[in-house]
């Protein structure tokens, strides 16, 4: 079931995508010759406005084939304007991003916005035999100060292990506040339990969540970017957890997100298009990003950087790409594997 639903998450995403290099080509009177779902074998395919739409067999990619991009094509794509070329280029990412604003602004006006309660930490689980069963927490307590000190964030309940000593829980119990003080001898042990923030639903109009959820991706996209190059810089470097994921780690995820409902997967699926979306604009030859780089390039450049030249750099960057999702996929079957 957990592929069932990756394959119908990526597809959409992947068709979406590719959907936006589509429709930006054909607004400008630039015709595309194929459009495909997946690489390798072809499935199934028929031909529409002068396009063969294909299903391929291998569901990881897609492509959509514009008259014009290919070296020695003296028209279509290589006619227009750098302008023109841009929204091509670029359409395959406005699109991504518009499902996941989309999909977001819809979530938050059925269901709500998830949010943290500031200042709030709730004890998930307890485990058996642990300093924290014999001071005295449970699953279910809500930690609301550290010391005396109110907490401003769930994340500084770990803030107990700074330094030796007595520690002090306050504790919101039922309809009770107890008071757990305990002594902590310091170092890297374990008070033994799992805990996270307390999440509350807050739903907002459509247009106004559409707004914000633009918004929040301005302000969340530059640290989701250097996340994504660390990750692929640590992959090529050896590392196996660089929180980079390739299609076995996905699939897993996928299984997770579909034990706990709809919703869930919609917000992963929110998480893999924007995700997507800051991927293909990384500045690597064969994805948009590098062709973009390449096309602003060849502005200063005069047009000295011929389709040849772009040809050649696109074939190194799918090199890259296939020894990428190799190393990423050992990366996930080891951590799946629980291995270090």
Do not use: C
């Amino acid at each position: 079931m957990a592929l069932l639903w990756f394959l119908l998450i990526i597809g959409v995403s992947i068709l979406v995508h590719e959907l936006g290099h589509y429709w930006a080509a054909r607004a400008q009177g630039v015709g595309v010759k194929n459009f495909a779902l997946g690489f390798g074998p072809t499935l199934l395919k028929f031909d529409w406005r002068g396009t063969t739409w294909r299903l391929n067999a291998i569901p990881l990619g897609g492509y959509a084939e514009i008259e014009g991009m290919m070296p020695g094509d003296a028209h279509g794509y290589s006619r227009l304007s750098t302008w023109g070329k841009f929204l091509i280029l670029v359409g395959g990412v406005v699109m991504n991003l518009l499902l996941a604003w989309l999909l977001l602004a819809t979530l938050a006006s059925v269901r709500g916005l998830p949010e943290a309660v500031p200042g709030q930490a709730q004890v998930a689980a307890v485990v058996e035999g642990s300093r924290a069963e014999a001071i005295g927490l449970k699953a279910g307590d809500v930690i609301v100060a550290l010391n005396g000190q109110p907490l401003k964030s769930w994340e500084e309940v770990r803030n107990f292990r700074e330094g030796a000593g007595e520690k002090r829980f306050t504790v919101r119990r039922g309809g009770e506040t107890v008071e757990i003080r305990f002594d902590w001898p310091g170092g890297e042990g374990t008070l033994g339990i799992r805990y996270g923030p307390i999440i509350r639903y807050t739903k907002l109009p459509f247009f106004q969540a559409f707004f914000r959820s633009i918004a929040d991706t301005v302000t969340a996209a530059p640290a989701a970017f250097r996340a994504i190059v660390t990750g692929l810089v640590g992959t090529v470097a050896g590392q196996s957890n660089t929180g980079l994921s390739g299609p076995v780690g996905i699939v897993s995820v996928t299984g997770q997100a579909a034990q706990q409902g709809v919703y869930t997967l919609a917000l992963l699926m929110i998480q893999i298009n924007l995700s997507l979306a800051i991927f293909n604009l990384l500045p690597i030859p064969g994805l948009d990003g590098g062709r973009i780089l390449i096309l602003l390039a060849n502005v200063i450049a005069r047009g000295r950087i011929t389709p040849e030249h772009e040809a050649r750099l696109s074939y190194g960057g799918f090199v890259f790409m296939l020894l990428l999702l190799v190393l990423v996929t050992i990366n996930d079957l080891r951590n799946l594997g629980g291995g270090s």
